[in-house]
């Protein structure tokens, strides 16, 4: 059996200077527990989302351009999906600062650690971006990164969930029209949660099934 946690990030911008992180979605999952070696289910799932503090008689894009945050990120993506911004800014239990979901991050990565003495790995679906970010904002609050144990010691392994699948279906990497056509081809046996567009506890659960729909394949 192998314990995997992904997850999934919402950034207001890719510089992790001048923008924020305000979600991080998270499913914990386990791998090849089943008695065929190839069962894979999903135990937690959870977000924790940042108070983004908009005012009403704001729109998001003059609040956007107020904070300085990148104009690209808000023009392309976050512009088309105002909804979901007005709802995690609605969320009874969104946090007040970037500081307190940090805190929230490393208790539950405290937890995992003393649950699963066996220790675990992570996983992403955009390991260059999500891990980075995630990696860099437990430094910024003197906490160890995800590679490392809370007390700062050990070695964490990273899975990359699209290169783990180009593997197991055989694919050429990089070859994404001939990666999708396999995906497509695939049996879907595993329920998934309910649609939530970019919602991150739904994304993060579906990159675990991902995952543990490549690792079943024969």
């Known amino acids: 059996m192998t314990i995997i946690i992904t997850f999934d990030i919402e950034t207001t911008g890719q510089y992790i200077q001048k923008d924020l992180c ?3 979605g998270y499913c914990v999952g386990e791998i ?6 190839k069962k894979a289910r999903y135990m937690e799932t959870g977000k924790w989302l940042v108070d983004l ?11 956007w351009a107020s904070k300085s945050w990148e104009k690209r990120c808000f023009d392309e993506f976050w512009s088309k999906h105002t909804d979901l911004l ?10 007040p600062n970037l500081e307190t979901m940090i805190v929230k991050l490393n208790n539950a990565l405290r937890r995992w650690e003393h649950a699963f003495p066996g220790g675990f790995l992570v996983a992403f679906d955009t390991l260059n971006f999500d891990s980075v970010w995630l990696n860099q904002l437990l430094q910024q609050h003197h906490y160890a990164d995800l590679a490392r144990q809370r007390d700062g010691t050990g070695w964490r392994g990273a899975l990359e969930v699209d290169s ?3 593997g197991r279906l055989g ?6 029209n001939a990666f999708y056509a396999t995906i497509a081809a695939l049996p879907q046996s595993i329920e ?15 990159i675990f099934l991902d995952l543990a729909i490549a690792f079943a394949m024969k």
Do not use: M
């Open 53 to 63: 503090g908009k005012p009403a008689d704001q729109s998001w894009q003059q609040f």
């Open 32 to 37: 090849g527990g089943g008695s065929d070696g």
């Open 192 to 206: 998934r949660p309910a649609e939530a567009d970019h919602d991150p506890a739904v994304d993060a659960t579906n």
């Open 86 to 95: 007005d709802r995690f800014n609605n969320d009874p239990e969104r946090l």
């Open 164 to 166: 783990y699948r180009f």
């Open 22 to 24: 305000f979600a991080i």
């Open 171 to 176: 694919v050429t990497p990089g070859d994404w």
